[in-house]
């Protein structure tokens, strides 16, 4: 089988094509992959690093007020469907599956107008709006929560969850903790705010260290790069005191470290949602106020509802209310195991099988 996969701009829309690719290459060795990506997207970083080939499109996004730069967003969208198209004539592909970010818009559609079989995956709990423009031309929309269902033709619609899910489904405790100095026996607090991390989230945690340095669980933060040095230069000689503390800039093996906390805290991208309920983990969630549709805080608030998550709104957030809520689930045995069972339903560990299952279902007829 042939595939293209369309998605970019950020890593919520990379991971999980990338994780889908993963699972088709385990179940058909033979299948063949383009990706096709933004020239400024954070694809352009990622793609590289694996061996899928990849091809970048100059494409931007609308802006929400009136602009002549909107009239050259028009012309790059009718340049890169005519790119796509040429691209996908080449590629002959049997499907091609659009995860999100502009530049899917302009794939998705090139391959709807040469009549090629057409997926789009939404991550979130709101579609984005190049899904919602592309619902009405593509065959299927795999969605990652029910909540979102409303938005699409109920016709081509099914529930698939996100990929990333699946990915981590079968990640087992390790050791893993030991490499940034933790005691893999001690319970654990996993802080993580994305690889860019997050100002209000680093400096609410600068605020909490004395405190949580006091506790009986340990705590994994990794700040993200930006703000690395800035908590470094903040805490300065006191680390050493921090015991229980491993700050880090970026975390590679997140999946694995994930699958050996008790607790994690950090914002509600679709990513991370997945792969918390797959593993059945606990959270608190603080959902990004910069985000389009405020889809995050819609996120978080899915799982609040079941009671698998705890959230605290950015404009809200304190070390003070920070360390009060981690104190309330890490010494209450009881509701920490009832949120893990509750995030662990709201998981859809075979994900990707799903999104499989769609595409057969369209290619094959």
Do not use: W
């Not at 009832?338 to 990707?352: F, H, L, V």
């Amino acid at each position: 089988m042939k595939i293209v996969l369309t998605g970019g701009g950020t890593g919520g829309h990379i991971y999980p094509a990338l994780a889908f690719i993963n699972y088709v290459k385990e179940i058909d060795p033979t299948a063949e992959f383009l990706y096709i990506g933004a020239q400024r997207g954070l694809e352009n970083k990622i793609l590289p690093q694996t061996d899928i080939p990849f091809v970048a499109l100059e494409i931007q996004g609308f802006k929400r007020k009136l602009t002549l730069d909107n009239l050259k967003t028009i012309q790059l969208f009718m340049k890169s469907v005519k790119q796509a198209k040429k691209l996908l004539k080449e590629f002959q592909p049997d499907v091609v599956i659009g995860t999100g970010g502009y530049v899917s818009g302009a794939v998705m559609y090139a391959a709807a107008k040469l009549k090629i079989p057409t997926i789009i995956h939404e991550q979130n709990s709101v579609p984005g709006v190049t899904n919602k423009f592309l619902a009405r031309y593509v065959d299927r929309i795999g969605i990652s929560f029910e909540d979102s269902a409303s938005y699409f033709p109920a016709s081509k619609t099914r529930l698939v969850g996100n990929p990333r899910a699946q990915e981590v489904r079968g990640i087992e405790k390790s050791s893993i903790l030991e490499k940034y100095h933790l005691d893999p026996k001690k319970k654990t607090v996993l802080i993580f705010a994305g690889s860019q991390g997050a100002k209000k989230i680093n400096d609410a945690i600068i605020k909490a260290l004395p405190t949580f340095a006091k506790k009986d669980y340990q705590i994994l933060y990794s700040t993200g790069e930006r703000y690395y040095e800035e908590l470094e230069e903040s805490i300065g000689m006191t680390k050493d005191a921090f015991v229980n503390i491993s700050i880090q800039p970026y975390i590679n093996e997140m999946a694995e470290v994930m699958a050996n906390c008790d607790l994690l805290i950090g914002r509600a991208g679709a990513s991370s949602i997945a792969e918390l309920t797959s593993l059945g983990l606990p959270a608190i969630l603080i959902p990004s106020p910069y985000v389009t549709n405020d889809h995050q805080t819609k996120n978080a608030q899915s799982l609040v509802e079941v009671g698998a998550v705890a959230m605290i709104t950015d404009a809200e957030l304190t070390e003070t209310n920070l360390v009060a809520k981690v104190d309330e689930i890490m010494n209450q045995p009881a509701l920490h195991e009832q949120m893990a069972q509750a995030s662990k339903t709201q998981g859809i560990p075979d994900a990707a099988s799903r999104l499989y299952a769609l595409v057969e279902e369209i290619v094959k007829g």
